[in-house]
């Protein structure tokens, strides 16, 4: 076991994320930004506006944590070389930040200088940890009633909603915010250019069916519903040949398609290796990674996608604006089955859903970053690699990188670390991984598994990126959580080690 | 798509493998080695003469194969200096190996000398091929009525025989030879010091009970058959403290708690991940690799397993030997009555046949190996690296390195270089690594899949052991095999890519 000392990353009390004041100069976008669209509040009637100011509050704290941390070490940096630097640096952080910084860093700063490097990873590390806790003891983007929609699939004909968006950390909040979804029903597994792995798909879907024939969870396997994959691609309205998905090129056209192509093949290797009529319904979604409007490919009558059509959310949303709430409703439903009408009604059913939950998000947008998001670009403010990261459903926070092995995903890590290259290497400032194994706490020595795959990872990254590590401009911290203790809220991650020790550590 | 040349291992003609005749000084064993116990034909009444007469011939056949390739280039080095050393190259591989060798490596020995590192290794990988090919299409290890123990093992009350020995080569015969059991109805996955992936093993028996609920395969979910999962640990009874399983450090003991432990552990996820009474039988078995007599650790009353307490195939082998097969069998059926007086009698019919089978083991090695394998250490002759190697069911042939990536599996190759470094390099010849990744081609895409893992894999070898590979001491093979071709007979391996090739090949 690690020493659990103060001011490590190895020991640290469960508190809430702290909200600092607002600084000039920090990053915080106004209510609405000008030129943009100005909506009022509620003016859509299918929009909610109780969920939109939760979810808001939500991400402005846990985003303005993060966004404090540069301008409180500008300020701590500035006062490094006075004489009562040490408790005038505590003060600065304990009001901006909510935390004390590690007395064994800002002890050194006397001799030469203070290691900036060192003290932004373990800042960020240290608002991660917080942002993580809260989610996991306080259950911020929680449910009131998730049964509901489960119960509502399953009226639709399907048992499982398996969604694999773009690992783009600007599709992170695509289940809680996008689709108001409830995180903790839906699957979520996001893959670079959402091209989901096949083999991983059909192990899921085997282990679907066999909790209905064993469990009848979530209903018996006679049942006549299906198991729904859906694949959500992005594009960038404002800025299409740049912002776009990285992974295709941003080109949309080759984004849908290669997301229908995957769901496809998915489909065909369901029907291939089982018999008795084994099969998957498909569901190909874009996102306007600007907006958060989504476009929904229509199904086609044999179960599968038509490439070139779909209905759009935007539009729908200024067609439906100022109507009532049934009104706007049936204008909904009436536009899909215009669109599709060989789709099953369930099928139909589903997808209204799906955009009248849309409509929230747009006006979300609209409301609270003007219409288009500031940063329309990448902006995360950490890697995550590894397997889990529930509590990550928040936009432009986390560049994923679902991985088992470095080796495997060495060109998701590639791309993850050329995008942090410019938003921190380039301004001197280290690119922070966190690596992350969720594990199955009732299943014998899982732990240990996880918190030896954890190390082999965090060794493998600091080897693919040599000049990086020994330059202070790599850091990680190492996590593991049981997703067995308290299903969804109350299991916290575990700290393992941090690459931010204080050197009488390291010596051990 | 890879260049098919002659002379390449990306192209070859489907052909048996070659019987070279014997040479003074070639490695062959004797029919009976002086001082053995000397066993007449069929002595021992259950022993199977015809089944050990046929085994011995393809062992024999395969590994006289192999063991030709050093003599042979002792030879054909003698002469490269002479000048008409390709014609007589060529005319003493194809009389000793049975084929010839690549031209363009003799066509520039006169230069420099012969690259015999290259040869060497182009030789093993074409003699392993060759083996390969005639084991998928004649089928030499084949069983005449599989359905037979498939249906006695469900009268047992099993539905699957789940096989983990130790990945060490000494092992790779144990389902075919040692258990005589038929290969293609018994699971086999070998892991270093048999302690096999629970993650894995959970995985499969969520597979298998979703065949038995959807398709009936092999029996149908309600009948109240289990699964089986069987370890194999081995030890050295004439060298018990240096040739005993390395990852346990030689210690029997050792190795067989870990066993039963891995064994209870993954009994015990069983359990905890899935309800309604689920769960598996155990049974853990010993194997002396000097003799290949086994010994079956007895089941406890409450499915456990007795640590101690075990009977030995090589003690009734010898209490039964000229009794009527009858007697002998109920020689056998005692014993296990005795030792085990509380086991379900289904696990006890089962371990009799285990025991039985084992017999003709026994008596194949006294008849053609001495009583004790001359080579009681490691003598593998190429490390088998990724997933597949069905055919590889002989003794002492493959050091396996079951993987996905070298990153997880770096510990077991390094086991595996530093055999082979004693084994090869210690005499200036390379370590013949064939890489092989099997997919299921029904799987869209699965192939192009294979392909790539094959050539990440191979590249990540590249990368750990880079003094080797720049010093032509580390030659790899890389294939893919499709197992949904034909199942079991049929499906030859695909070469895609060999580290020997011709110079103008590798400047494409």
């Given at each position: 076991m690690l020493n659990r000392t103060r001011n490590s990353h190895t020991a640290r009390p469960a508190q809430p994320v702290a909200a600092p004041r607002r600084r000039p100069g920090a990053r915080v976008v106004p209510p609405t930004a000008p030129g943009a669209p100005r909506v009022g509040g509620g003016v859509h009637a299918l929009v909610r506006g109780d969920d939109n100011a939760r979810l808001f509050d939500y991400e402005q704290r846990v985003k303005a944590a993060f966004d404090a941390i540069v301008p409180a070490l500008r300020r701590v940096s500035a006062l490094q070389h006075e004489e009562d630097f040490e408790r005038q640096a505590q003060a600065i952080a304990r009001e901006r930040l909510g935390f004390e910084l590690p007395a064994w860093i800002l002890a050194d700063a006397w001799v030469d200088q203070l290691d900036m490097r060192r003290l932004y990873a373990w800042c960020v590390f240290e608002t991660y940890l917080r942002f993580s806790d809260d989610f996991f003891?306080?259950?911020?983007?929680?449910?009131?009633?998730e049964g509901e929609f489960q119960a509502f699939l399953q009226e639709c004909g399907f048992h499982i909603l398996d969604i694999s968006p773009c690992a783009d950390g600007r599709l992170a909040h695509v289940i809680r915010y996008v689709l108001r979804l409830p995180y903790r029903t839906v699957r979520r597994k996001s893959y670079a250019g959402a091209l989901f792995d096949i083999e991983d798909s059909l192990e899921k879907w085997g282990e679907t069916e066999l909790l209905r024939f064993r469990e009848g969870t979530p209903n018996t396997a006679d049942a006549p519903t299906r198991y729904l994959k859906a694949v959500v691609y992005h594009y960038s309205s404002s800025a299409p040949d740049t912002e776009g998905c990285a992974a295709h090129g941003s080109d949309a056209v080759r984004a849908a398609e290669a997301g229908r192509e995957r769901l496809l093949a998915f489909q065909q290797a369901v029907e291939n290796s089982y018999c008795c009529g084994a099969s998957i319904d498909l569901l190909l979604i874009g996102l306007d990674t600007d907006t958060d409007a989504i476009r929904l490919h229509l199904p086609s009558?044999?179960?599968?996608?038509?490439?070139g059509a779909w209905v759009d959310a935007a539009q729908l949303y200024d067609e439906t604006r100022g109507l009532h709430a049934r009104d706007a409703g049936e204008r909904i439903d009436a536009r899909l089955r215009e669109a599709?009408?060989?789709?099953?009604s369930g099928m139909l059913r589903l997808l209204a859903r799906l955009l009248e939950n849309n409509l929230s998000q747009i006006e979300y947008v609209q409301r609270?970053?003007?219409?288009?998001?500031?940063?329309?670009g990448h902006a995360e403010r950490f890697i995550g690699a590894g397997?889990?990261?529930?509590?990550?459903?928040?936009?432009?926070l986390t560049y994923f990188a679902y991985l088992d092995t470095v080796e495997e995903a060495a060109p998701d890590l590639d791309v993850g670390v050329k995008i942090f290259s410019r938003l921190n290497v380039g301004h001197g400032l280290p690119i922070p991984v966190v690596v992350r194994f969720d594990y199955h706490g009732k299943v014998p020595a899982a732990r240990e598994r996880a918190v030896e795959h954890c190390r082999r990872v965090a060794g493998a990254l600091a080897a693919r990126y040599p000049a990086l590590a020994a330059d202070g401009l790599l850091h990680t911290l190492q996590l593991v959580r049981?997703?067995?203790?308290?299903?969804?809220?109350?299991?916290r991650v575990e700290v393992l080690d941090c690459s931010v020790r204080e050197p009488a550590q390291e010596a051990h």
């Open positions: 003891s306080a259950d911020p983007l929680g449910w009131a009633d009558a044999e179960g599968g996608i038509e490439p599709a009408p060989e789709a099953p609270h970053h003007g219409g288009r998001y500031p940063d329309i397997k889990g990261f529930e509590e990550v459903q928040l936009r432009n049981d997703i067995d203790h308290e299903q969804g809220v109350g299991g």
